[in-house]
């Protein structure tokens, strides 16, 4: 497709499941970033690929967050043991290329909402 | 963590208005981005700002950087239904050992409606 994708766009939890939400990039795009965006916020970075390699996760609120990306495409937000406090739209971007320069322009999918009952 | 300041964090005004939001931080920006989101959707890039007192127009939108690199403004001229949305300001997290521009730090957001 031309832009990235995400699914599923809607995914509701019982507390304590686990839940999986995938992305899939522009095509070729190098960098692919995760951000998670409670109601009425603005997005907060979660974590940052490069090809396949998980370059810096430090914005992961917990380690019941894990993220991969093993051919350097398609990722995925793995959630376990999910929480209230996990509700909220979980944001994917790509770019380009590690170095974008002045535009540094990510493109974001349409994110995915995940309420946790 | 730099902190990015918007305001007003809610605004609605009448179709054919003029208005202005605003970001700020307490330090200095390297380049600055302005972003809309809409309900439903992840967030749109309008324009990026670079240098101090630069000025950038998108039609009825003025996007200004100020002189200092704290602070930025957007101007709407002739608001439209369809400007409604979230306008997000945003910058760059500081690069990692790897290099380069590595995700984004963003304000809080103005929640702009325009009312027909």
């Known amino acids: 497709g031309a832009g990235v994708s995400q699914s599923p766009r809607y995914k509701v939890a019982k507390r304590g499941q686990d839940v999986a939400l995938r992305c899939d990039p522009i095509?070729?795009?190098?960098?692919l970033f995760w951000y998670q965006q409670a109601l009425g916020q603005g997005p907060e970075f979660l974590t940052y690929?490069?090809?396949?390699?998980?370059?810096?996760k430090s914005g992961l609120p917990s380690d019941r967050f894990f993220a991969e990306r093993p051919e350097g495409s398609v990722s995925t937000l793995k959630i376990q043991r999910t929480q209230q406090e996990d509700s909220a739209v979980y944001l994917c971007?790509?770019?380009?290329?590690?170095?974008?320069?002045?535009?540094?322009?990510?493109?974001f999918g349409p994110g995915t909402r995940l309420t946790v009952l | 963590t730099q902190l990015l300041e918007q305001s007003p964090q809610f605004l609605s005004i009448q179709e054919g208005e003029n208005l202005t939001v605003y970001c700020n931080s307490s330090?200095?920006?390297?380049?600055l981005q302005w972003y809309r989101q809409e309900p439903g959707e992840g967030p749109v890039l309008l324009v990026t700002?670079?240098?101090?007192?630069e000025v950038k127009k998108l039609k009825r939108l003025t996007f200004q950087f100020g002189d200092a690199r704290k602070d930025s403004s957007l101007h709407i001229t002739a608001a439209q239904p369809g400007d409604t949305g979230l306008y997000l300001c945003?910058?760059?997290?500081?690069?990692?050992?790897?290099?380069?521009?590595?995700?984004?730090?963003f304000g809080k957001g103005t929640h702009l409606i325009i009312q027909p």
């Open positions: 971007a790509s770019r380009q290329s590690p170095l974008a320069g002045g535009r540094n322009e990510q493109f």
């Open positions: 690929f490069q090809n396949e390699a998980q370059l810096d």
């Open positions: 945003a910058q760059r997290r500081p690069g990692y050992s790897g290099g380069g521009a590595d995700g984004l730090t």
């Open positions: 700002v670079v240098t101090g007192g």
């Open positions: 095509s070729g795009h190098v960098s």
């Open positions: 330090s200095v920006f390297s380049s």
